[in-house]
């Protein structure tokens, strides 16, 4: 209940920070592309147009092919995905890439579990079965490769921490 007052103080300070990370996804789920609306306007037209508050519109899933001010707003693993979707690998299947996870791009069946392992990496680090080129902390890749894809992928998963669980099975 806080977010918007939070918001529209800060957009006072910083207008074209809020309006990059707040305000152009809500207005995105608000189907507003006429022009930059302010926080207390976003809020006010979510309650007028759908009876929501303003934080109940963050949860609206991203849609493949919203097109921002600034083009396509995209994490790694959203990119791969649209890629692989862009590549056809995908095929028929209706995937939204916006859902994707870098664990749900891992344990995509796309993956090689077992890829070949340059004498270089193997030399770095002989009990890796990947080729890290850098970080601390070896990256570990569980159920790697385990999920055949299909349409509507993740649309629908739950995790809930410690195991992240797939939920409901086939979800």
Sequence with gaps: ELL??????????NP?????????????RLDLHD???????????AHDKLGKEIHELYPIVEQDGW????????????F??????????????????PEFTPRDIYETSFIDPNPDVP??????????????????YRLEFPRISSIEPYSHMNEH??????EYLRLPEGC
Excluded: H
């Design 80 to 97: 791969v995905a649209a890629m692989w979707k862009a590549g056809g690998l995908f095929g028929d299947l209706e995937i939204n890439a």
């Design 67 to 78: 097109w921002y001010y600034d083009g396509y707003s995209w994490v790694c693993s959203a």
């Design 4 to 13: 918007a007052p939070v918001l529209a103080m800060y957009e006072k300070k």
């Design 16 to 28: 074209e920070a809020v309006m990059k990370i707040f305000n152009a996804p809500l207005q995105m």
């Design 35 to 45: 022009k930059n609306y302010t926080i207390p306007e976003l809020a006010r037209i």
């Design 119 to 136: 004498e270089s990496c193997k030399k770095l680090d002989p009990e890796n079965p990947f080729c890290q080129i850098m970080g601390e």
């Design 157 to 162: 998963c739950s995790s809930q921490p410690p």
